[in-house]
């Protein structure tokens, strides 16, 4: 037996709820007599994706990583041959993982296999988008005739108008500003750490991993993560019918 699967069944041990929500929907997340370990994990991990899918529930999807992200790194590590031996495979589980958490409605539940299916489709693609080489550059033919060079200057209109632009802007920045101050603050304390130490100070995941005890192949979760709830807070705040109220309760969401 693959070593993922040893005590599969301690997996969702730390989810009390989000066990009692798949018996809801009339899921049992224990081992069913004669299901052998594979079909068990196959099952429990689509159920777990369309629970995510449905209910859109942050701790729906810490679950589901929780419980699929030692065999899709498994799987991982299984297409990188030789030649891919330069890429890192927890860079892509993270790479995996950040797009089922973005795209949930293309998940269609249609058999117990249907997650293990679409993860490693997921990251099938993942890894050879990794692998493909820089495309060459395209040597454009010059244009023809002779380019007059233009005139930079800016007229007086010109002027008043770039001026007035930048007023606007300005204006706009500093609302821009206060919203993710606000945001910010909406983040919890590991959050905020995180983000600092990889916008702010410039530090690698791995190095920013080390100093908040966080391992490195959870880190670019941690900050996607964090980054959408910021987005989504502002997007909420700066929509001409969205309010900051509004935005506090889809960073809670």
Known sequence: MS????????????????QNRLRLRGVCAAPQPAERPEEWENRIGTALMALYRDSRAEEAFEALYHFSRLSVLEWIQGLLHRGLRHLDPNELLQDTFVNVYRYPGAFRDEHHGSFRVWVRTIAGNIVRRASARPGRLSFQELPEGLQEPADGKLGPIQRAESQEQEESLRAAWVLFLCLYKEAWEQLGERDQRTLHLVEVEGLSYQAAGEILEVGRSNMKMIVFRSR??????????????????????????
């Open 3 to 18: 070593s993922t699967l040893l005590q599969v069944h301690d997996r969702l041990e730390p989810f009390p709820t989000i």
């Open 228 to 253: 959408k709830r910021i987005a989504r807070f502002m997007r909420a705040a700066m929509c001409p019918w969205g309010s900051v109220g509004r935005g506090r309760e889809q960073m809670r969401a």
